[in-house]
C-alpha cells in the first residue's frame, strides 16, 4: 500500500513538458491575438510537445502537442480519462445546454448516434444537387470582370446550404427572416471585440438592449423564436419524403425508442450552424487562393473537370482524385480550426513520456502538426500530390479534430466543399487580382486570406443563371 502512494506522488510531481515562462495574462493575450505566431514561436523553441498558461488569470497548465504518435494516443485514450464539454463553456451562450460540444460520456454518445446518419453515406449525397443548384444561383450574381471578396460569396453558399440542406426550411418569409439574423449574428461573432464576451464570463451583463450582450440575448431570442416555430411546426406535419437533416432527426430514435426534445434540436442545429458555416466557407476561400496562386494547379484541376460537362453529376464531382486532394491540401495549410477539441484530465494520463494529472489541459494542435515537416516535406508548399501518392493517419491529418470528438460534420463538409469549388471552376474563369503578399487573417475562429486577396470572374459557360430550379 505504501509503495503505492509512493508511486502516486512520485507521478503526481513529474515535470510538465518546458514552455514559455511570461505571466499567463500576457500568454493569453499573445495567444488570443496572434495565434499562429504564438504556435510557431513555441514550436520553435520548445518542439512538438510544450506547456502554456493561456486561460487567463490563473491558468491551469495547457499542453499543446504537434507529434502524431502524442496525439494519436490522446485520441485513443480511454473516455473516462478526460472531461470535454467542460473546456467548451465558451460556445453555452450560443449553442446551448444540450449542444454535442457541451456534452460528456453517455449523453454525448446518444447525441452523436442521433445525429450521424443524417450526415453521412447515402443521406449525405442526397443533397448534393442541391448544393450545386444553390453554388449556381449565389455565383450568377458576380458582375464580370469586377474585382470581388470570395470569401463572401463563400459565406453567402455556406449559409443557404445550412438552411436549406440542415435545418430544411424554403425561402419564403421565416426563411428570410432567420437568414438575415443569422448572417448578422455570424458576421457579429467574426469579431474580436464582440467575441470576446463569451471568453470572459464578467462581460456577460444584461443591461438592456443597448449593452453589447443584452443585446446579443435580445438577437438570440429573435432566432430562437423562428427557429422554435420551424421546429414545431415541422414536428406537427412530418414529410417522411422530405431528407433533410431536420426531418431525419425529428425521426430518429435512440437505444430505449426516445427522439429528441425541442431544446435538443435547436441546440444541435445552433450546434450545425455556428461550426459548419464559417469554417466551410473559411476552407473554400483558401482553396480558391491556392488554386489561381499556383497556375499548374489550376491546369491540372481543370483537366480533370472538363470531361464530365457543363454540369456534372455531384457524386462524380465527389470522387475525382484530384479535386479531393487540392481541397484536402487546403484543409492541411490552413486548417479549419488551429487545435482540436481541448481534454481536461480527470484521472492521470501518460501521453508520451510524460504523465498528467487531473486539471491539466491537452490540445492536439491541428495547424502544428499539418506543419510537420517529418510528416509533410516542405510544409509551407501548396502541393495536392501529398494526398495522391501517400495515405496519411487520423494523427497527421486531422483537420476536423479526431477521436470521440471528431466535428461530426466531417464528411459533409469536405463534400459541400468539393462541390462548391468545382460547380464555381466549371462555371467561370477566375483572375486573382490582388497586390502584395497576401496572408492568414483572423475572421472569428478561423483564418482567411487577407483582403488583399480578390477575384475578378469571367463568364466560363452560359448555364450560369441567376434563377435555378429549386432555389
Given at each position: 500500500?505504501?509503495?503505492?502512494?509512493?508511486?502516486?506522488?512520485?507521478?503526481?510531481?513529474?515535470?510538465?513538458?518546458?514552455?514559455?515562462?511570461?505571466?499567463?495574462?500576457?500568454?493569453?493575450?499573445?495567444?488570443?491575438?496572434?495565434?499562429?505566431?504564438?504556435?510557431?514561436?513555441?514550436?520553435?523553441?520548445?518542439?512538438?510537445?510544450?506547456?502554456?498558461?493561456?486561460?487567463?488569470?490563473?491558468?491551469?497548465?495547457?499542453?499543446?502537442?504537434?507529434?502524431?504518435?502524442?496525439?494519436?494516443?490522446?485520441?485513443?485514450?480511454?473516455?473516462?480519462?478526460?472531461?470535454?464539454?467542460?473546456?467548451?463553456?465558451?460556445?453555452?451562450?450560443?449553442t446551448g445546454d444540450q449542444s454535442l460540444i457541451m456534452l460528456d460520456g453517455d449523453r454525448h454518445q446518444r447525441q452523436r448516434q442521433l445525429l450521424m446518419p443524417s450526415l453521412h453515406g447515402d443521406r449525405m449525397r442526397t443533397y448534393g444537387q442541391l448544393i450545386c443548384d444553390i453554388t449556381r444561383q449565389v455565383i450568377g450574381d458576380w458582375t464580370l470582370h469586377q474585382p470581388f471578396s470570395i470569401r463572401a460569396s463563400m459565406s453567402e453558399i455556406s449559409l443557404q446550404v445550412i438552411?436549406?440542406?440542415?435545418?430544411?426550411?424554403?425561402?419564403?418569409?421565416?426563411?428570410?427572416?432567420?437568414?438575415?439574423?443569422?448572417?448578422?449574428?455570424?458576421?457579429?461573432?467574426?469579431?474580436?471585440?464582440?467575441?470576446?464576451?463569451?471568453?470572459?464570463?464578467?462581460?456577460?451583463?444584461?443591461?438592456?438592449a443597448w449593452s453589447p450582450w443584452g443585446a446579443f440575448l435580445q438577437q438570440q431570442q429573435h432566432i430562437d423564436a423562428l427557429v422554435y416555430a420551424e421546429i414545431q411546426e415541422r414536428r406537427s406535419h412530418v414529410d417522411p419524403a422530405q431528407e433533410d437533416v431536420l426531418t431525419l432527426l425529428l425521426s430518429a430514435r435512440d437505444e430505449d425508442g426516445q427522439g429528441m426534445t425541442d431544446q435538443e434540436l435547436r441546440d444541435q442545429l445552433m450546434t450545425l450552424l455556428l461550426l459548419g458555416h464559417e469554417t466551410t466557407a473559411s476552407s473554400l476561400s483558401w482553396a480558391f487562393y491556392w488554386v489561381h496562386e499556383q497556375r499548374s494547379v489550376l491546369k491540372q484541376l481543370r483537366e480533370e473537370l472538363e470531361p464530365l460537362g457543363q454540369e456534372p453529376d455531384p457524386d462524380r464531382l465527389a470522387q475525382l482524385p484530384y479535386l479531393t486532394a487540392v481541397c484536402k491540401e487546403s484543409l492541411r495549410i490552413y486548417p479549419i480550426a488551429l487545435i482540436s477539441q481541448p481534454r481536461k484530465v480527470k484521472e492521470p494520463v501518460q501521453i508520451g513520456d510524460n504523465t498528467f494529472d487531473p486539471g491539466t489541459i491537452l490540445i492536439p494542435c491541428i495547424y502544428l502538426a499539418h506543419r510537420r515537416a517529418q510528416t509533410y516535406p516542405n510544409p509551407e508548399q501548396f502541393r495536392p500530390e501529398r494526398f495522391l501518392h501517400q495515405k496519411f493517419s487520423p494523427a497527421e491529418f486531422l483537420p476536423f479534430g479526431g477521436g470521440a470528438r471528431s466535428c461530426i460534420g466531417a464528411a459533409f463538409s469536405l463534400y459541400e466543399m468539393k462541390l462548391v469549388l468545382a460547380t464555381v471552376l466549371t462555371c467561370y474563369d477566375l483572375t486573382a487580382s490582388h497586390q502584395g503578399t497576401v496572408t492568414p487573417e483572423r475572421h472569428g475562429i478561423t483564418f482567411v486570406p487577407s483582403k488583399q486577396f480578390r477575384l475578378s470572374a469571367i463568364a466560363r459557360h452560359s448555364r450560369v443563371s441567376r434563377v435555378n430550379a429549386g432555389v
Open positions: 500500500m505504501n509503495k503505492n502512494v509512493e508511486v502516486e506522488q512520485e507521478m503526481s510531481v513529474m515535470p510538465l513538458p518546458t514552455g514559455p515562462q511570461t505571466p499567463s495574462l500576457l500568454q493569453t493575450l499573445a495567444l488570443v491575438t496572434q495565434p499562429i505566431g504564438f504556435l510557431e514561436r513555441c514550436a520553435q523553441r520548445y518542439g512538438d510537445t510544450f506547456t502554456t498558461r493561456v486561460l487567463g488569470w490563473q491558468s491551469p497548465p495547457v499542453v499543446f502537442f504537434g507529434d502524431p504518435t502524442a496525439i494519436a494516443q490522446i485520441f485513443t485514450a480511454p473516455a473516462g480519462r478526460f472531461e470535454l464539454g467542460k473546456v467548451t463553456h465558451v460556445f453555452r451562450p450560443l438552411l436549406r440542406v440542415v435545418f430544411g426550411m424554403t425561402p419564403g418569409v421565416r426563411y428570410q427572416q432567420l437568414k438575415q439574423l443569422l448572417h448578422t449574428l455570424l458576421e457579429s461573432v467574426t469579431s474580436s471585440l464582440y467575441s470576446s464576451q463569451f471568453f470572459f464570463p464578467f462581460l456577460q451583463q444584461n443591461l438592456g
